[in-house]
């Protein structure tokens, strides 16, 4: 809708309206088009998906929390309610924990160009479109040689493949878990908290996504480790 498109205009002003970039506009005005997805995608974008990438957007353009909270708040409920099945008191309670997340993270802002996983508009004329193309690149270069190694280094050495692989991952699923245990206690439910951690770029034990079900078997081993003790 216009109204949040002209809100976002009216903050800007001071910042500069070079920052509205064509996504952001398009998210702003249009909110997620589930039309614009196939029976075939696998990872269809959720509301908390959005929400984390417009603040994103937010600090990367150097706004405050206080004024992404402001904005986002009326934004998420008037419009992403439409691809959510929460409440708007779940909704709001949700947005201030994704917007808290994301402003103490090192998250940053990656629009991946053409490629974002909204399908929203991109042009080549965008401030940032070289350098976010740029950084797509070398992140695609770097996903590569990972998986290159770990394929190779598995290949070669006597130790199994897994123990490698939960080896390599081990620091960040401790933290992982520590980040889990601690939106727990704030009653964030378990899915949401899954979208934080890969929206984190943390991984399980073994390297993949964190799902709901992933989640929940590690906090339960957690947990029954805790009750031996």
Not at 12 to 38: A, M, T
Not at 138 to 162: G, L, Q, T
Not at 194 to 215: E, P
Request: hydrophobic share 35%.
């Amino acid at each position: 809708m216009l109204m949040y498109l002209n809100k976002l205009r009216k903050i800007l002003i001071e910042k500069d309206e070079k920052y509205l970039f064509p996504c952001i506009k398009d998210l702003v005005s249009n909110g997620l088009k589930l039309e614009r997805f196939s029976a075939e995608d696998k990872n269809i974008p959720s509301r908390q998906d959005v929400t984390q990438y417009i603040a994103a957007w937010f600090k990367y353009t150097g706004l405050s929390s206080e004024e992404c909270r402001e904005w986002m708040i009326e934004y998420c409920v008037g419009m992403l309610s439409a691809v959510s099945s929460s409440s708007k008191s779940k909704i709001r309670h949700s947005t201030k924990s994704n917007i808290k997340y994301i402003y103490k993270s090192d998250v940053a802002f990656n629009c991946k160009c053409d490629k974002n996983r909204f399908k929203a508009s991109c042009e080549s004329n965008c401030p940032v479109y070289k350098k976010m193309a740029d950084k797509a690149k070398e992140s695609e270069i770097i996903n590569a040689v990972d998986s290159y190694e770990i394929i190779h280094r598995a290949a070669d050495e006597i130790i199994p493949e897994k123990y490698s692989i939960k080896d390599k991952y081990k620091e960040q699923f401790e933290k992982a878990i520590e980040f889990a245990k601690h939106h727990i206690e704030q009653k964030i439910s378990k899915k949401e908290i899954a979208n934080l951690l890969n929206a984190g770029g943390f991984k399980t034990r073994t390297g993949k996504k964190w799902s709901y079900s992933i989640l929940s078997i590690e906090l339960n081993k957690l947990n029954k480790n805790s009750s031996k003790e």
